[in-house]
């Protein structure tokens, strides 16, 4: 799958402007979209450097980072559903009160969560504080386990539990026994993690910003599995593909 986020890895700079620089690109942290340095990009009729381009694209794309982050399973930011929805109403500029009416809480509520969400604000800068000492003193970063590299979660994953405690090992191991040298699979198997670690491996078929017809969806699976729609059908369950609500095309969740 082309251009692979790993928001997680940004620094908070990075996340709030959606862009990162680097030596030869721009590059939209959000989605992974890069723009080249030196090359002249036209959009909608009008001309901009890699660093305009991607400034548009985020702006256009994805709003503010909070629009962004407020639409995705509250898991990612570790907020409760009930914290998620009063930031999506704060983020349009209502007050306490109405935000009291249209969640159905107490207007005292909405003050308690104020406090609580800026309690959450100052343990996350201690606690980003403490991960990086402990990496400082360790030489060891957390991710690094007995039995390999815990990998990423994909941050469209639409529940975070043991299944994606899933290690670099473990990946390899289960694609090779899973997967034949063409990258068709033998068997799908039945245990969790062995099924997100295939399906993140048929991702890799999939580009982003691109709209599939469920016969091309049909298609491309048809070559990995026989049964491509039991695969087309986890692939949406697990968050990796997006369907539209009348079931004709999909894309790669964002």
Same mark, same amino acid.
Request: aromatic fraction near 6%; include cysteine.
């Given at each position: 799958?082309?251009n692979?986020v790993t928001i997680?890895e940004e ?7 959606k862009y990162?620089?680097?030596q030869?690109?721009? =590059?939209?942290?959000?989605?992974g ?5 030196g090359?002249?990009?036209?959009? *909608?009729g *009008?001309l901009y450097d890699a &660093?305009?381009a991607?400034?548009? #694209?985020?702006?256009? +794309? #994805? ?8 639409n +995705?399973n509250p898991d990612l930011? /570790?907020?409760?559903?009930?914290q +998620?929805n009063?930031?999506?109403?704060m983020s349009?500029?209502k007050d306490d009160?109405t935000?009291?009416?249209?969640? &159905?809480?107490a207007?005292? =509520?909405?003050?308690n969560?104020?406090?609580?969400l800026?309690?959450?604000e100052k343990q996350?800068?201690?606690f980003v504080?403490?991960?990086k000492s ?7 970063p ?5 039995? /390999?590299?815990?990998e990423?979660v #994909? #941050? ?5 539990d043991? !299944? ?7 990946r390899?191991?289960?694609i090779?026994?899973y ?7 033998? +068997?799908f ?9 295939l399906l993140? *491996?048929?991702? $890799? $078929? ?5 709209e599939y ?5 049909? !298609?491309?699976l048809?070559r990995i599995y026989?049964d491509?729609?039991t695969i087309?059908?986890?692939l949406i369950?697990?968050g990796f593909l997006?369907?539209?609500d009348?079931?004709? =095309?999909y894309r790669?969740k *964002?």
């Open positions: 799958m082309e692979k997680w620094t908070i700079d990075d996340i709030v402007n990162k620089e680097t030869d690109f721009y =590059t939209c942290v959000l989605c979209e890069t723009y080249e340095k090359r002249i990009f036209e959009i *909608e *009008e &660093g305009g991607v400034k548009k #694209h985020a702006k256009e +794309q #994805h709003g503010y980072t909070i629009d962004y982050l407020l +995705q930011t /570790g907020i409760s559903e009930i +998620q009063i930031l999506k109403l349009e500029g009160k935000i009291a009416k249209e969640v &159905g809480i207007y005292s =509520t909405v003050r969560h104020r406090f609580k800026r309690e959450k996350a800068k201690l504080a403490l991960m402990l990496e400082q003193k360790t030489k060891v957390i991710n690094l386990s007995d039995n /390999g590299v815990l990423q #994909h #941050h469209t994953a639409k529940m975070l043991d !299944r994606y405690n899933i290690t670099d090992t473990e390899q191991k289960t090779q026994t997967m034949d040298e063409n990258g068709a699979i033998k +068997q198997p039945a245990k969790e993690k062995k099924k997100i670690i993140r *491996e048929i991702m $890799n $078929n999939f580009v982003r910003d691109r017809k469920e016969l091309e969806v049909n !298609r491309i048809g026989d491509y729609a087309r059908r986890a369950e697990y997006d369907r539209s009348d079931c004709k =095309t790669v *964002e």
